[in-house]
């Protein structure tokens, strides 16, 4: 069986943990942006909303495929929906695969996602986002080293939306944007940890989740002073 | 930068509510930064989603932001506050 366990094994469910936060930060900031799109009837918000529900949707993918790694699942006879996924993957090392790989895919499709939004290329780049899915795809299938490779893709898109949150946050000087600016540089730096993470793994995975956290803990501190100004 | 329809909006209803919830035709044009065609276009839309009335004072008519219409600033401040901290 492939061993998709990257952390301690005192970490274990500790970094589930970690990860329920950045997809409830994802989600929140998901729906926020799409009551926007309702109200002002901008695409924009609208895509940037799939792209956080894209972001949510990965960590999940991710919760799941560790839950059912940490706790041996497969092997258990009741846990809720992984009973389901039991009998159909039973015996599946693909089950494992599929798992990461939907958290990586939906990862960067829903960086591309805010970088297309954040640069207002939205409408011009449908082949953009078709050939970049096919790359993604073409990535993870063929690819020996698909970790390292998906890491700094990913820290390649966060870089980029930092440099357009940086950017606001000079023209507007105000504490929100900075701590998005923070959050995405935050974001940037957990996905470089990462690649050390999965090829070491132990405290430099554990690194990579404490960092990661910290950044969408940042960004869920500049999304909840927006809502509180408009109180 | 030119301004998108919901700015216009809200700036022609900022324009009452500042002035305590009415105001003149003429005013509001000047303070929307309109011209008489295209305010009577945006007139004719917001009356038709409740955001604005008709009223008459003294004998003069003017415009007045409805109960609909001042939400609807505090939901556009909302969405500057969204798209300006996260750069959209």
Redesign the interface.
Known sequence: MVNFVFSPSWFYGIDVMFEGVTLLVSLAIAL??YR?YK????K??YW?GISFLMLAGAFAAKIFTNITSYYNILERNSFGLADIAYQAAQGSDLFFMYGYAAYRLLTLLAFLGIYL??SNKVKTSRSAVFLFTYFAFAMMYFSKKVAFAFHLTTALFLFFIFM??F???YR?T?L??A??TTAFFILMISQLLFIPGFYVGGTAYVAAEVVQLVGYVSMLF??V??RR??K | MRR?R?EIINDMLMAMVRLGGKIKPTHLMYKSNLSHALMKEYIDELMDKDLMKESYEKGKKMFEVTQKGREFT??????R??Q?????
């Open positions: 926020y942006a926007i109200f002002s009837e901008v924009r918000y940037y939004v954040m357009f949150t950017r606001n946050c507007k105000t929100k944007a701590c998005v500049a999304f002073m927006v100004a408009t | 998108t919901i505090l939901q556009y401040k909302k969405m506050e969204f300006d901290a996260f750069g959209l």
